[in-house]
């Protein structure tokens, strides 16, 4: 097979005829031989998508603040100071 001239998918693949894109990809209807799929793996390089770092832990609690739910938590519990009522004393023990 000869890869010097480089095919380019067209903008609408559905609307070519099967041979002319098997063709195109140097394919046939029963795929790629063993050697064929090693070869192209080795030329291109294994069928998965670029994968990124995860986020570093400062960078995951620092997204906490992205929002704005967690600043109506931060301030619900100042609110009934607010109003010059100590809040009521609640307890989350599941003994009590």
């Known amino acids: 097979m000869n890869h010097a001239k480089r095919w380019v ?6 609307a070519v005829e099967v041979a002319d894109l098997l063709a195109g990809l140097e394919s046939s209807p029963r795929g790629l031989t063993p050697e064929e799929a090693e070869r192209r793996r080795h030329h291109f390089g294994p069928n998965r998508p670029p994968r990124k770092p995860p986020p ?18 931060l301030l619900a519990p100042s609110c009934p100071w607010s109003s010059g009522r100590p809040p009521m004393p609640v307890s989350f023990s599941p003994f009590c």
Do not use: D, E, M
């Open 9 to 14: 998918l067209p903008a609408a693949p559905h």
């Open 56 to 73: 570093g832990a400062a960078i995951l609690f620092l997204r906490q603040f992205a929002s704005p739910l967690i600043y109506v938590l």
